[in-house]
């Protein structure tokens, strides 16, 4: 896969680009619209929206019940329970938001920290190391030189004994 934005070849799917950090969206396997979004910031988006919108529907609705039935003869310990359904849920949705954030603040400290695009592709060198020296270790000359000067007088010798 190709990225969009910068064109680097080798990409996986459903992931960040190496060169530049641009989604990619698998297009193959996504035939529909999916809920939340596709970048994994719209989900965290989504999931804060709706653990939000849900907590205060949760507390709204226990607060309404127990101001409605409370203290009154014709509240049936079912619309107690009820209320106090709606303020568990209303706690669940509440620690979802909050470690929700905390994912959300996680990405985004993960996505400032990570190297920028001409960090990626530029070229890191190492110091050089200095030249050895084999001068001590190895005198003898390499096994291909000379070679021609040594197979001369063989070739001389078999022309000579072909007359």
């Known amino acids: 896969m190709y990225c969009p934005n910068c064109g680097a070849g080798n990409q996986t799917a459903d992931s960040y680009c190496k060169r530049c950090g641009q989604w990619l969206r698998d297009f193959k ?54 209320a106090a359904f709606c303020l568990c849920i209303a706690g669940w949705q509440a620690s979802s938001f909050v470690v929700t954030m905390k994912l959300r603040r996680r990405l985004n400290k993960s996505r400032d920290a990570s190297l920028s695009p001409a960090e990626l592709t530029g070229q890191k060198t190492s110091p050089a190391l200095r030249a050895g020296e084999s001068t001590p270790f190895i005198s003898v000359t390499a096994v291909t030189e000379n070679t021609t000067e040594l197979l001369e007088p063989v070739r001389n010798k078999a022309d000579s004994s072909s007359l």
């Open 29 to 82: 396997s996504r035939a529909g619209m999916q809920f939340g979004g596709e970048t994994p910031q719209q989900n965290i988006f989504t999931g804060l929206f709706m653990s939000a919108l849900s907590t205060v529907a949760a507390l709204i609705s226990a607060i309404a019940l127990y101001f409605t039935y409370l203290g009154t003869s014709d509240a049936k310990w079912s619309v107690y329970l009820a």
